[in-house]
């Protein structure tokens, strides 16, 4: 089969189109992750013994899963539960939920790192528990984590094409559409390669822009 390029610029807007949804639902996906995954880490962390081990068990469970049926889950048992939502508004929970419990250990890694004396310094200085966390912890913990981060955005963004399964028009769904219309899959197939290695490499090179502006690694 030869490469047509006709065909290929004919599907190149459409898929473009379809790039956007993957875009938005790994920004919007990530944003929530990284709240979410805060928010584990402070309350396994937290003097509440209940909620520290409620907060790990789903961390647990959460990870242990596949995105694959928590994305079934919420698509077509979720709204016997009264939680119904667009295809589009259960790929981004899924994706933010799934991930979160991967960003909470990252978290963790990070908050150990933060030397002992910086939480007695906290206490000593009488902070309270939030300004503690914002003021001191956070500030240290973070930019060292940035790097696991990263990865872990890329390698949502290589997710996004499971939200086809609970019919979301996403850049793949979107390339076998016009493969089916046309009997053609070579060109459509190519070109969402193409788009996920330019937009995989241009988010690595925003992460490590970060981390230099960040501190956390030094231009060569």
Not at 134 to 152: D, H
Not at 166 to 178: C, F, G, P, R, S
Not at 181 to 210: D, I, K, N
């Amino acid at each position: 089969m030869k490469f047509e390029w006709t065909f290929a610029w004919n599907v190149l807007p459409e898929l473009l189109m379809a790039l956007r949804v993957t875009v938005f639902a790994t920004v919007l996906g990530m944003a929530l992750a990284a709240v979410l995954g805060l928010v584990w880490t402070i309350a396994r962390r937290g003097s509440v013994a209940p909620i520290a081990l409620v907060a790990r068990h789903i961390v647990e469970f959460v990870r242990s899963t596949p995105l694959l049926v928590q994305l079934y889950f919420l698509f077509y048992v979720a709204p016997e539960f009264g939680l119904a939502m667009s295809p589009l508004a259960t790929g981004v929970l899924a994706l933010g939920i799934h991930y979160s419990s991967y960003l909470s250990e990252v978290y963790r890694a990070g908050i150990d790192a933060v030397p002992k004396g910086q939480w007695e310094a906290a206490r000593a200085l009488n902070l309270c528990f939030a300004d503690t966390w914002r003021l001191v912890i956070i500030p240290q913990a973070l930019p060292p984590v940035l790097p696991a981060m990263g990865n872990y955005l890329i390698a949502m963004f290589k997710d996004t094409p499971m939200l086809s399964a609970i019919t979301v028009l996403e850049l793949l769904q979107t390339a076998k559409i016009a493969g089916a219309e046309h009997f053609r899959y070579l060109e459509p197939l190519t070109l969402v390669g193409v788009l996920f290695l330019a937009l995989s490499l241009g988010s690595a090179a925003c992460v490590r822009w970060g981390e230099r502006r960040l501190g956390v690694i030094r231009p060569r």
